[in-house]
């Protein structure tokens, strides 16, 4: 397995000392913390006393924050991470076991209605991180289990650490996968594979996810995955914000529609979008061979 380098700049590296905070920019979350510097924001799952378990709180503030970023203009980029040993152990298993109070009718079919709609909702909060009109980069350390899948699934580009693991668990906890693993994975490493993982629920690792596809890159640590997604993401937020937008929008519109719809659908765009500032300052800025300073 070959190693991606750390950033050679280790300016690119450093967390900024003047990261602005969810406090002056967000809504206070319990579950995550949220920073935002040099047009990146940065959503961090933060409850590494319990290995980043997602309960109900989580599920909730992960749609708040990616809400938060996409409405955040000088947001260019986000990258998703996780507080502690490890990216996260998936779904907080005390939250299934008192799902069955929150879904309680007195009416049978009421009850699986119910159950339904929170399943959906769940499966929203993922979704989430497609809706956001900005990339997002998963930086995965340590393990990622069950929905942490559905998670990084979500997410425009996934990078891990050398001794990151990963393992589809629904299969045996007697369930089938609900939220986006089974509808995203095979798009992404083949249909055999993820079959092959959502059967068996085998753990592995770092090595076969970059092998498969799950993963662009492999970083020997911790630190150096850290400042490698940054940098990744502070070329990003570098370009035209208003381009890498339609990219997003385009390449994701792509996945579910024919070649002539995805066409017919870049033309419209196009023809709303292209003659814009952005279009203009890049290429006054290539004449006059300097960087490009585009607007939020």
Not at 226 to 253: D, F, N, W
Not at 259 to 269: F, H, K, Q, R, S
Request: proline content about 3%.
């Amino acid at each position: 397995m070959a190693l991606a380098a750390a950033p050679k700049s280790p300016a690119a590296a450093a967390a900024p000392a003047a990261d602005k905070t969810q406090q002056d920019n967000a809504t206070r979350f319990d579950t995550l913390t949220v920073s935002l510097s040099g047009h990146v924001a940065t959503v961090r799952l933060n409850r590494p006393d319990k290995a980043n378990a997602m309960n109900l709180t989580m599920w909730h503030e992960i749609r708040q924050a990616f809400k938060w970023v996409d409405a955040n203009a000088e947001a260019r980029v986000a990258i998703l991470e996780g507080e502690g040993k490890l990216f996260t152990s998936g779904i907080d298993l005390q939250m299934m076991m008192g799902m069955g109070d929150q879904i309680q009718n007195d009416c049978e079919a009421r009850t699986r209605e119910n159950l339904r709609q929170v399943i959906l909702d769940l499966q929203d909060t993922l979704s989430s991180l497609e809706r956001c009109r900005k990339p997002v980069l998963a930086a995965i350390h340590g393990a990622c289990i069950g929905g942490g899948i559905d998670l990084i699934c979500c997410a425009d580009m996934r990078y891990c650490t050398a001794d990151a693991t990963f393992s589809i668990k629904e299969i045996d906890l007697g369930m089938t996968a609900d939220v986006g693993t089974l509808q995203r994975l095979p798009r992404l490493i083949g249909e055999g594979m993820a079959r092959e993982l959502a059967y068996t629920a085998r753990k592995f690792g770092a090595d076969e996810a970059l092998q498969m596809r799950l993963v662009n890159r492999v970083y020997a640590t911790r630190e150096a995955l850290q400042a490698g997604v940054r940098e990744m993401a502070l070329g990003i937020a570098a370009k035209s914000p208003l381009a890498v937008r339609g990219v997003k929008e385009m390449i994701t519109y792509a996945r579910d529609h024919t070649v002539a719809d995805g066409l017919n659908y870049v033309a419209t765009w196009n023809a709303a979008m292209l003659l814009s500032n952005d279009l203009q300052e890049a290429m006054m800025a290539s004449m006059g061979k300097r960087a490009p300073e585009f607007k939020d």
